[in-house]
């Protein structure tokens, strides 16, 4: 049988993956298989894609440092061995088994957004590559050593996701910044976001679950994979603070997920995962949701420092960057 298959429901037009052998990947969460594979000395175990080797590697191997199966690298990418998907790969954030985003140093989530910008660019002509974290058990994480998933998924497969209103602040600073979904448009207005030189964080009106948090990049109208160097420095240091506030805020290592829009207009939807979904939205598609997004953001508002980027980038020089 097939390692999975993509289904239409010929009546909803909705689509299913059938995966079952995905039912057999270990769950270390459980205690039921405890070598992980994402730790340092398991790389001859599985085929690599891509590395960030570590730099002190490049002085001592030939041809750059840092080769398929030795343990010199930062960031490390294989294919996921039980994929729901033609291309399914793993990003493995660092080769600490616990550090994720909240404790990572920021130039080392800055090589872990860098990952994700050559993953995408590498597969963005075959399908629509799909870039998503889960932390936590409820977040449906199954291996605790950090990761990123990237699903690419054939064009054909109609997915529902929200986008970003096209009319709404291209080229300008913006007055609103809207979402579409699939049923009702809305309007964010300005004094809802938080900005930050590259970026505005929001809350939209419409938000389906407690918390869940948008970034979405000022210049607009662009595929992730076009997000600039200048701009990973902001994000990394967005995104961190961000979960660090949500720490603060639910406790250390709270389940959640977030994805990046996969289509043009890109953006990041993270979402807290405390709430259980009931039978009223598991049917109907309809969330209640019981917490207000402006309160939300008030809370981000208190705990944000807008980023310096030039400081940033000199203390990544000065202290991160020397030693690797
Ligand atoms: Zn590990």
Not at 9 to 36: F, L, M, Q, Y
Not at 62 to 91: C, M, Q, S, T, Y
Not at 280 to 303: A, D, R, W
């Amino acid at each position: 049988m097939a390692e999975f298959e993509f289904l239409q429901n010929p009546i909803t037009k909705k689509w299913v993956i059938s995966a079952p052998r995905r039912a057999k990947r270990p769950d270390i969460a459980k205690g039921s298989e405890p070598p992980c594979p994402f730790c340092v000395g398991r790389e001859k175990d599985e085929k690599e894609v891509y590395r960030i080797p570590a730099r002190n590697a490049s002085a001592s191997v030939a041809g750059g440092g840092g080769k398929e199966g030795d343990a010199n690298w930062l960031v490390r990418v294989i294919p996921n061995k039980f994929p729901f998907a033609p291309i399914h790969e793993v990003i493995v954030h660092s080769p600490d088994h616990r550090k994720n985003f909240d404790e990572l140093p920021l130039p080392h989530i800055e090589l872990i957004i860098k990952t994700y910008r050559q993953r995408f660019n590498e597969h963005q002509k075959k399908g629509q590559v799909c870039i998503f974290h889960n932390r936590g058990e409820r977040g449906g994480e199954s291996l605790p050593h950090p990761h990123t998933q990237l699903a690419v998924v054939p064009f054909e497969v109609k997915m529902e996701l929200s986008r970003l209103d096209p009319q709404a602040s291209v080229g300008q600073a913006p007055k609103a910044l809207g979402i579409y979904s699939n049923t009702s448009e809305n309007q964010i207005v300005e004094s809802e976001m938080l900005e930050t030189p590259c970026f505005y964080l929001f809350c939209p009106k419409t938000s389906q679950w407690p918390d869940e948090v948008w970034i979405a990049p000022k210049s607009r109208g662009r595929l992730f994979g076009e997000i600039t160097d200048e701009e990973i420095t902001d994000f990394a240091y967005t995104l961190q603070r961000l979960i660090q506030i949500f720490d603060h805020r639910h406790g250390n290592e709270f389940p959640f997920n977030f994805y990046i829009y996969p289509g043009g207009d890109w953006y990041l939807r993270l979402i807290p995962r405390q709430k259980t979904i009931g039978g009223f939205e598991l049917v109907t598609g309809i969330f209640v949701n019981t917490q207000n997004p402006k309160e939300t953001l008030s809370f981000i508002k208190e705990h944000f420092e807008k980023p310096d980027i030039e400081k940033i980038k000199l203390q990544h020089q000065a202290e991160y960057f020397r030693h690797v």
